[in-house]
């Protein structure tokens, strides 16, 4: 019997038949909802690094690890109009006041499990750290086994916008922030998300989010590894 590569069989004890169980189905979502106030007010995606739009280092640096891609922000940014190949998903804006990752992660979740069902999964990533190790989406997959989440940890901090998030935990999600718990962390433990330790310094995970972090950035491009 031969089933389709991506096929994975496994033998049904209990039951003595086998079982195909198809690889997850992964959407990376780039969360772009910042306003870049300690940037002057600029959309933070389209600031450039060595050149390049950060929307564009990221979306790079996942395109082939991911399903497909999407970003997440309050409104479609102007910016998407330059890649038609990513889906666009407006974050819950309770109030016309952003509530932050957490909303982008709820709003991500349904749009996926609409789509794809609870057993897909979103795999997060902010638009604004662009120096993340090429491996941190296969680390992550490999490491949520059964759990219904999975989030970075590096050098002793946690970084819960690296992480990938099953559907199945799209109604937890959101009973967690209807009850005004939005910070990425907490949500994670409440879903007793599994927490991947990355060995990686933490100028990784820097986040760019003042002139100062940019000018930190533009030298690591030139001393950073590739």
């Known amino acids: 019997l031969r089933f389709d590569a991506q096929l994975v069989s496994c ?17 990376g979502c780039i969360l772009a909802g910042g306003r870049g106030l300690r940037l002057g007010g600029r959309d933070k995606a389209v600031v450039e690094l060595a050149g390049r739009p950060l929307w564009s280092i990221t979306t790079a640096k996942l395109t082939g690890k991911v399903d497909a891609l999407a970003v997440l922000a309050p409104e479609r940014p102007a910016w998407l109009e330059r ?4 889906a666009f ?7 016309q006041e952003s509530i932050g990752p957490a909303g982008g992660l709820l709003a991500a979740l349904g749009f996926v499990h609409d789509r794809h069902g609870r057993e897909a999964a979103v795999l997060t990533a902010p ?4 120096f993340f190790p090429d491996e941190l989406p296969e680390l992550l997959k490999e490491s949520i086994g059964q759990a219904k989440a999975a989030i970075v940890e590096a050098d002793g901090r946690l970084h819960p916008t690296f992480g990938l998030w099953t559907c199945a935990a ?9 009850e005004g718990e939005l910070a990425l962390h907490k949500i994670a433990d409440r879903l007793g998300a599994r927490r991947v330790s990355i060995e990686a310094g933490s100028d990784r995970f820097l986040n760019i989010n003042t002139p100062e972090d940019l000018d930190r950035a533009e030298n690591l491009v030139r001393t950073m590894p590739d």
């Open 11 to 27: 033998l049904d004890v209990a039951a003595g038949l086998p079982q195909i169980i198809m690889p997850m189905k992964i959407i």
């Open 83 to 86: 890649d038609s190949s990513i």
């Open 89 to 95: 998903i407006a974050d819950p804006v309770p109030g």
């Open 127 to 130: 638009v604004d750290a662009p």
């Open 170 to 178: 799209l109604e937890e999600v959101r009973a967690c922030v209807d």
